[in-house]
């Protein structure tokens, strides 16, 4: 997939000779359709980075809880539970923090 996007990209710099050909590879094919399109792509980092598990409770207050599923029982661990969203979000950024250094 990367191989066919960045060749898609080199394809589309070039333009003014393969005009044509580029403007027909859309209606044949979905995936090229995908590939040249010059929407915004969601990227897997963006969307791990962005995506916390936050659970809001009956109680009101906010759950944490960890990314990764344990494959033993299939359940997401509790990182911990917070007054406010503010906070839970500000735990998550301390807990990727700290894997990292």
């Keep these: 997939m990367r191989r066919a996007r960045r060749a898609a990209g080199a394809l589309r ?5 393969f ?5 027909a590879l859309p209606a044949r094919n979905p995936l090229v359709a995908s590939i040249l ?12 980075r962005f995506t916390a598990m936050i659970r ?3 109680s009101g207050q906010y759950r944490l809880y960890s990314r990764k599923k344990n494959p033993d029982t299939g359940k997401r661990r509790n990182l911990g539970t917070f007054d406010t969203k503010e906070a839970a979000q500000q735990h998550e950024r301390d807990v990727q923090y700290f894997k990292r250094h």
């Design 13 to 17: 710099a070039l333009g003014g000779r």
């Design 19 to 23: 005009g044509d050909a580029l403007q």
């Design 37 to 48: 399109s010059t929407e915004p792509r969601e990227t897997a980092a963006r969307s791990t």
């Design 56 to 58: 809001k409770l009956a």
